[in-house]
């Protein structure tokens, strides 16, 4: 959590999900709280008043009041935890922390109103006021916590801070370090998973259901959501809601969900969007869990639907309901346990393994149809609209650990919060793949940027970084995303890339195994001891090479004892069988074949994909619900290109998951003179770094910089050179212009006294014409050799900052042969952004060069990722052209630019 200023700290409000899928809003607390804050004073128990304040205290002063109201920001702040909304909000927690004579530490004190102790509230407070508290620069909290108060030491013990305690008499001395680690990090996601699957169940799994707008008149969207409920047989109870009609498809109605009798789970809301935030209101004042908006007209529509939508969501956060929408399809359950259809799509798909999440509800309808052809099963279908509350990430939490759930698919039009999703997805793809249809590939462009690394950089770029980095398998049409997915429903993932392609067409083997190559996969040839035991049984003329070729006479006997064969081969990973049906044999036969010789592939983890022509998806023919289908493909193209998405994810999975390793050699004292020296001189902000300034940054990184000198004048630069020993490099000094090359202040190669003066005489004159400002030159000895590439660094407002890595030099942006990854950067990130570039050969050495230092160059995107990580306000960085060495002699970076924001 960033707080960067005294405004952000006093408008900082976060909506959180508690233990028992409740959730309240913490905020700071304000001047106007005394009278709230009086009035939990007096709701708590005498127990919990001694036990905040170490003795009995009846009454609360205003001037206590209002002493506990006041914050100065910098060495007093509070967080409260409120319910309710406007008038009738109500503080149930409190927690405050008051900074100690010795400056880097801070007392804490908390207090949580009976009636809502055990929920979570305290850990919430504890974990929201050491992150404020950290940017403060205080490092430890201490605290008085009375012997008896194990609840509260049982919050502190499992904050995942680490923990000290020391007991004198009847009191804990107990001391927090609240340093942001990895260990607290792991906790903390662990909590808030629990949380929200907790949170989620009232929506996915509800008990009781009322429909807000149940409508009798045929058609419309209330008719059909009802309708849908009662005619797939909702396993609870369903309400109609209307004020105008006493029933609904023979259901008795009520005037308003005030009305119902009964606890409600779920309200699915379906009236025009003006009527919407008042029915919310009405659901929260009955005490609904959760919500789904059907209703259109809010986020999507206009300012006017933007600030409804606003509404909407501070009700749903005051009384902590959690809403699905608005402008949303609804939500489907296939468990037998639930049999929920609450949308208004007449399609209620079999009961499956792959969850299904999208942002439209128009193409959910889509979906839902096309998974019926596919014969394609679904456990859950959420149509998530504007995501005002309930989004991606939260859905892939709750369908981590759901046992209904093996394969998740997401249709994506934004990501809410990027880091946050790739943070999850990353956890999540180790146990369950997860496949996406990320729309929006060509809206955003390069935008205006000083920088090559932020030129290269695009919306587009940073989502594609995303995927690769969290292992979520990406594809481009609704048509791959089920090919993908029945792939992944049905098969196991390939334990490598080597392919056996059987057929009885010649042509459609050709084409497949073409598709395979292309796509990086192998047709190793079949091995001489199997094509010895085929030769006797094929018919004559079969092709016992790779594709096996049967030739049209084949039968669903040659079919089943060729496969028999190649399940026992341990050289193939994936046999794909390719059928085109002929005059002399039935598809029903080959069908038989294939499904018989199953179990045995299933049994040794080995992939089988069928393409029959004219029949895609699961095929009753090719398997059961009960043990399996092999997949089939249409054409040749649909089968590779499925096949070689999910081996990447299989290869992404054995990889090693990486870390952030301690990096030698780095000065952060250093660093941070160097930075605030830079800024105090510099005074603009942003605030471009001079060269030298850039140099010995990179320097306190421990990041080898070619060494420069700035001359302000001609004799300086020729003094300079001579120490410096030709030959030299010339280059324009300026903080404001970025590509010196375009501008004409770049001379390289320079021999004499007289060309270092002729260099500076020009640039000088060129920037004179073109009306900048002259500030000197840089003059540096010339590097020479070594394979020339460009390391860099750009904010992205959504994504934060993403790292670049490429080949160099001024044709960096013209090739654009770059990849990104979100930081920070593990050591497995760094090596395969080297390895992703094209020109990776010419690192390895390409026709007789000795390889370059990779492993330099992995040292170097390690140590720019540390420094982007303690110093967040570096916005942009260029590191072009590093010049990388042979093996064992390391790298040059030749020229730098940096930015602070």
């Known amino acids: 959590m960033a707080i960067n200023a005294r405004k952000e700290l006093k408008d900082y409000q976060k909506l959180v999900t508690l233990k028992d899928g409740s959730r309240v809003r913490l905020r700071t607390v304000r001047a106007d709280d005394e009278e709230r804050l009086a009035g939990l004073f007096y709701r708590l128990s005498r ?58 530490a801070a007392e804490v004190a908390f207090v949580v109103e009976d009636a809502y102790r055990g929920k979570g509230i305290g850990t919430h407070l504890v974990e929201q006021l050491a992150a ?25 013990r499992d904050s995942g801070f680490e923990f000290r305690q020391r007991l004198e008499e009847d009191v804990y001395r107990v001391t927090l370090t609240i340093s942001p680690t990895p260990s607290l990090e792991e906790v903390s996601a662990e909590r808030e998973r629990l949380a929200t699957v907790t949170s989620l169940k009232p929506l996915l799994a509800p008990r009781s259901i009322a429909v807000v707008g149940a409508s009798r008149r045929p058609g419309s969207i209330g008719n059909k959501v009802f309708h849908n409920l009662l005619l797939q047989e909702f396993a609870g109870v369903v309400y109609p809601v209307n004020p105008n009609a006493a029933s609904v498809a ?13 606890e409600v789970d779920l309200a699915v809301i379906i009236v025009p969007a003006e009527l919407v935030p008042e029915m919310a209101d009405q659901c929260g004042r009955k005490g609904v869990r959760s919500t789904i908006v059907i209703s259109s007209g809010f986020g999507e529509s206009g300012p006017e639907g933007v600030a409804r939508q606003k509404r909407l969501d501070d009700i749903h956060g005051s009384y902590g309901l959690r809403l699905v929408g608005p402008n949303c399809m609804g939500i489907i ?34 979906i839902l149809e096309y998974a019926r052809g596919l014969n394609i099963g679904l456990s859950t279908f959420v149509s998530i609209g504007n995501m005002a509350d309930v989004s991606g990430v939260d859905l892939l939490q709750y369908w981590e650990d759901d046992p209904a759930t093996k394969v998740i698919l997401l249709y994506q039009e934004s990501f809410g919060d990027p880091r946050k999703f790739a943070r999850v997805a990353r956890r999540i793809a180790r146990v369950k793949p997860i496949v996406a249809l990320k729309s929006g590939r060509t809206a955003a462009g390069s935008r205006a940027a000083a920088s090559h690394t932020g030129a290269l950089a695009t919306t587009e770029v940073a989502a594609e970084a995303l995927f690769t980095q969290a292992g979520i398998i990406r594809v481009d049409t609704m048509e791959q ?64 090479t790779n594709p096996v070729d049967m030739t049209a006479e084949a039968t669903g006997d040659h079919y089943r004892r060729t496969l028999q064969l190649l399940a026992q081969d341990q050289g193939f990973d994936i046999i794909i069988v390719i059928f085109i049906p002929p005059v002399v044999t039935a ?32 095929p009753p023919g090719l398997g059961s619900r009960d043990q399996g289908y092999v997949p089939a493909f249409n054409f040749p193209e649909a089968t590779a290109s499925a096949l070689a998405s999910v081996w990447t994810y299989g290869r992404w999975l054995r990889r090693p998951r990486g870390v952030i390793p301690e990096l030698k050699g780095i000065d952060r004292g250093c660093a941070s003179r160097t930075v605030s020296a830079a800024s105090a001189a510099g005074g603009q902000q942003p605030l471009w770094l001079d060269a030298v300034s850039v140099v010995e940054l990179l320097r306190c990184y421990g990041i080898n910089a070619a060494p420069l000198r700035p001359a302000a004048t001609e004799d300086e630069a020729v003094k ?20 010196k090359t375009e501008a004409g202040g770049v001379f390289l190669d320079l021999q004499t006294p007289e060309a270092v003066r002729n260099a500076f005489s020009r640039i000088r004159e060129r920037l004179a014409g073109a009306g900048e400002e002259f500030a000197g030159v840089i003059v540096q000895p010339m590097v020479r050799g070594g394979v020339e590439v460009i390391v860099g660094v750009t904010q992205d407002p959504a994504f934060g900052p993403l790292m670049m890595f490429g080949m160099g030099g001024v044709q960096a942006e013209l090739f654009k042969d770059v990849n990104f990854r979100i930081h920070p950067l593990t050591n497995v990130d760094a090596a395969e952004m080297i390895r992703s570039v094209k020109a990776f050969q010419l690192l390895e050495g390409w026709r007789g060069a000795p390889p370059s230092d990779i492993e330099a160059l992995e040292d170097l995107l390690l140590r720019v990722s540390a420094m982007v990580e303690d110093l967040p306000r570096i916005s942009e960085l260029d590191l072009n052209p590093v010049k990388v060495f042979e093996a064992g002699k390391g790298y040059v970076v030749v020229d730098a630019r940096i930015m602070l924001a």
């Open 481 to 544: 995303l089920f090919d993908v997915a029945n792939l992944l429903s049905h098969q196991p993932i390939p334990q490598g890339k080597r392919v056996a392609i059987v057929t009885n067409g010649g042509g459609p083997g050709i084409l497949t195994a073409d598709a395979c190559a292309a796509r990086g996969l192998e047709l190793p040839p079949v091995p001489e001891g199997i094509t010895a035991e085929l030769r006797p049984i094929l018919p004559a003329g079969s092709n016992l």
């Open 132 to 156: 404020i508290a950290h940017q403060e620069g205080i490092g430890v909290f201490e605290a008085e916590v009375m012997a008896e108060n194990q609840e509260m030491m049982k919050v502190f």
């Open 47 to 104: 127990s919990a008043v001694y036990l905040r304040f170490h003795h009995i205290l009846v009454n609360l002063s205003r001037d206590e009041a209002r002493r506990f109201a006041s914050l100065d920001f910098k060495n007093t702040f509070a967080i409260v935890a409120a319910t309710g909304d406007g008038t009738e909000e109500n503080i149930v927690a409190v927690g405050r922390y008051s900074r100690l004579p010795k400056g880097d």
């Open 333 to 366: 359950n296939t468990d037998p346990g639930v049999n929920m259809n609450a949308t208004f799509s007449a399609v209620f798909p079999a009961q499956g393994n792959i969850a299904f999440g999208t942002q439209s509800g128009a193409l959910g309808l889509a």
């Open 250 to 262: 023979s259901v008795k109605a009520y005037p308003s969900i005030l009305d119902v009798p009964d």
């Open 587 to 618: 598809s029903e036969t080959v069908a038989a074949a294939i499904r018989e010789v199953s179990p045995a592939y299933r049994a040794r983890g080995k992939t089988l994909l069928a393409s029959f022509i004219g029949t895609r998806g699961a």
């Open 720 to 739: 300079i050179a001579g120490e410096a020993g030709y030959p030299v490099a010339v280059k324009l000094f300026s903080r404001t212009i970025t590509h």
